[in-house]
């Protein structure tokens, strides 16, 4: 009885794009409470617009040792790793965001001042994660190639705005961030950016149950 009860209480869990707000994520999260059996997926956008990234990525790391997280990479993570060995995208990163970062951080610090734990975690985010029956990514997707052939502009870039998506072959349904507004559900693929980091909402979704979870930037919950 208590293997079955364990296997009921698993979840998949996605959350969408943070961009700074950890007030939010740690609400989001004690409101979801994730045990040691559940997954989940962080859409990407960790960074860059709100008030403490740093909070946000120090939040993530210590998820990790409560349930199975698997973090994606978004384009503003892409921009601040670009950051590392490159004037000019540290420039363009500054200029998209990246200046709340690193303000993050303390008030006159520098990009040198973020710890490597941080730069670990980031390079260490996936593109994408797929099970039997969802394809998790930050963005878009091309709809007739597999997911490991997909460039990073489609991935992390392409807003829905630009190319709205046709159901992927594998008949998988695709959960994306990136696009903010309300929640998208198309049927083969789902949007849950509702605009944190623009006055918006975070969210979160079980993607089996579609049960939503939902806070403000400063972290009060709005029930469903």
Known sequence: ????NSKVS??????????????ALQALLNHISPGKGDV????????NRGPDSRGVLETLLGLQEQCHLIPILG?????????????HAEQRWRFHGGEATIQSYGGNSGIEQIPQTHWDFLSQCRSYYETEDFIFTHANYCWYSALNDQPSSLL???????????????GKTVILG???GSVRDEG??????????FEGILTAMDVESKRVWQVTETGEILEA
């Open 156 to 170: 992390r870039w392409l807003s829905l705005e630009e190319s709205t998506p046709r159901p992927h072959v594998s």
């Open 188 to 197: 083969f693929y789902r949007c849950i950016d509702t605009g944190c980091g």
């Open 75 to 87: 384009n503003h993570e892409e921009m601040m790793l670009d950051s590392r060995d490159d004037r």
């Open 1 to 4: 009885m208590a293997e079955e």
């Open 10 to 23: 698993v979840r998949l869990i996605a959350i969408g794009d943070i961009h700074g707000h950890s007030l």
């Open 178 to 180: 990136h696009t903010p």
């Open 40 to 47: 989940i997926v962080t859409l990407g956008d960790y960074i």
